[in-house]
């Protein structure tokens, strides 16, 4: 039987999108099902203690971004760390993902995609453009995905609904890999950890 692990991710944390690939081939790797669940962390903090981004103290920050620096070199990818469209408002992009999930269609690559956009590609995700083109190179039509689906109330309404599916599973911060057995992995960072635990369960 196949082992399905909860994502809980945001487009606009660079953590997320440093593991979306490693988390993909890792997935890939064990036979594993991955159901994306894209979360506000706004709220996700306010209840367990997290403070945003422009709230943590300097020294926060400051490791923060070396820590940026060193993950960005071991996993080999481009990351922009201070990206000109940083915050941006993703909601449009989100409502395409969760589309995506509920389409059957690979919402995962769509979400590697479109926060290759904000972190590679110095794109806002508010332009639909952007949204477009990221769903293109994940080999998916953004029109397509959107019509005759889901409103955007219904999709925002699912988005809230996984962030209270993220807290109720103990879910803190971003990206967060959830067992079926309630077990936690916080972090791109810990996705080595995950992978040896879905080998041992294989």
Not at 143 to 160: I, K, Y
Not at 185 to 199: A, V
């Amino acid at each position: 039987m196949t082992v399905t692990v909860d994502y809980y991710m945001t487009l606009t944390s660079p953590w997320t999108y440093l593991g979306s690939a490693p988390f993909a081939e890792i997935a890939r790797r064990n036979d594993v099902a991955v159901n994306i669940k894209p979360c506000k962390f706004g709220p996700i903090f306010e209840q367990t203690g997290g403070l945003p981004l422009p709230k943590r103290s300097p020294q926060r920050r400051a490791y923060r971004m070396m820590e940026l620096k060193r993950w960005r070199e071991v996993r080999g990818v481009p990351l922009n760390l201070e990206p000109k469209y940083f915050p941006c408002d993703d909601s449009a992009a989100t409502r395409l993902v969760i589309a995506a999930k509920l389409r059957g269609a690979d919402a995962h690559r769509l979400s590697l995609e479109l926060g290759r956009a904000i972190w590679e590609r110095e794109e806002t995700l508010a332009n639909p453009e952007t949204i477009a083109s990221a769903a293109r190179r994940a080999g998916l039509d953004a029109a397509t995905l959107r019509a005759g689906g889901p409103s955007d109330a219904e999709l925002d309404a699912l988005h809230e609904q996984y962030t209270q599916e993220a807290l109720a599973a103990g879910v803190f911060g971003a990206p967060s890999y959830v067992l079926p057995s309630g077990e936690i992995f916080w972090g791109q960072d810990r996705l080595e950890l995950l992978d040896r635990t879905l080998k041992q369960q294989a």
